[in-house]
């Protein structure tokens, strides 16, 4: 062998030698990169417009948990058909932890209202736990409905025909309104608005003498005394009108309504992430200043692991869908 072919062999075999240990030395690295989590922004999609309950809650919850997670938590408005268009972008969305969807009670009975399987709730998602509470609260405008209870209430519908208002079919107000007539046998008659914020208008107005509201856009007029609470859908009293009956207490035991939401991911993400997710919610539900953070704009922190959330999940799709199927309610 000549003496440049011994040279060319020595300098291939070194390089060999020098490739084979990088090799060894970073894949331990790239490994460890590749399972870190988070390792970059996560996006959270609210399918409904921005301002409104979930919405804020998200907004809340996303910068908490960020801060645990160490990576900014983004959210996306994605609004369209009672949640169903975000929820939908995300059930199709990669299952790598980094696209989240808040869930809220609207978007549970969504495929009922409008005809449309777009996705499975308790199938296509992996669910992170639920975040909070929306407690409803049955308001007059007491200028046109002077009534202090739903006894009177009941009484009043007897003697006259009674309108009340949603912020539209098969919203969560119209369906616990239905839930209570059924129960209570007593009519009135329904007017769908397009928003809550239209109804709360005319019914500040006094076009239309009560509805069943969310707390949040009806507290502040509770406070001004321009609307009476007569009741709370709770299956307890809120912290927010404290002096303010259950309907249970009212001579309907057992009843329950309450709106709510939670976090979910698409269905196939990484148990060691969904456990980061589930603790980092927790952890920011534990907190006093988030808890005081939901509690001005109407909610109430109500943490509860991802079995616990598809057990609610699936509840409300029967309890809620049976009244949706006995009154043959619809968005179409």
């Known amino acids: 062998m000549s003496i440049t072919s011994s040279l060319l062999a020595r300098r291939s075999a070194c390089m060999a030698a020098v490739a084979l240990l990088a090799g ?5 690295a790239l490994a ?16 409904f417009p921005p301002g409104g309950p979930t919405d804020t809650a998200a907004r809340i919850l996303g910068q908490h948990m960020g801060e645990t997670l160490g990576k900014p938590m983004v959210v996306e408005n994605r609004a369209g058909a009672s949640g169903l268009v975000g929820t939908e972008t ?12 808040m869930l809220a009670s609207p978007t549970v009975l969504g495929d009922k209202l409008y005809g449309q399987k777009r996705y499975d709730l308790l199938k296509d998602f992996a669910h992170i736990g639920v975040a909070y509470d929306l407690p409803i609260v049955m308001v007059v405008n007491p200028k046109v409905l002077d009534v202090q209870d739903i006894s009177q209430l009941i009484a009043a519908s007897k003697k006259q025909v009674l309108n009340y208002n949603s912020a539209g079919s098969g919203s969560f107000g119209h369906l616990s309104t239905e839930l209570l007539k059924s129960q209570g046998k007593f009519e009135m008659l329904h007017i769908s608005y397009k928003g809550s914020a239209p109804a709360m208008t005319d019914l500040l107005g006094g076009q239309v003498p009560m509805m069943f509201s969310d707390m949040i856009a009806a507290l502040p007029h509770i406070k001004s005394g321009k609307l009476r609470p007569i009741a709370v859908g709770s299956p307890q009293r809120v912290v927010f009108t404290p002096d303010v009956k259950t309907v249970a207490e009212q001579g309907f ?14 269905r196939g993400t990484p148990q060691p992430v969904m456990d980061q997710l589930t603790a980092a919610l927790k952890k920011a539900l534990d907190d006093k200043s988030v808890q005081e953070k939901l509690q001005q704009v109407g909610t109430t922190a109500a943490f509860a692991p991802g079995a616990a959330m598809h057990k609610r999940i699936a509840s409300d799709l029967g309890k809620w869908g049976k009244v949706i199927t006995d009154n043959h309610i619809t968005n179409n």
């Open 24 to 28: 060894a030395w970073s894949a331990p």
């Open 32 to 47: 460890s990169n590749a399972g870190a989590y988070p390792n970059q922004p996560i996006k959270l999609i609210v399918p």
């Open 90 to 101: 995300a059930a199709k969305s990669p299952a790598d932890g980094y696209t989240l969807v």
């Open 253 to 266: 035991p057992g009843f329950d309504a309450v709106a709510w939401g939670g976090l979910m991911a698409p």
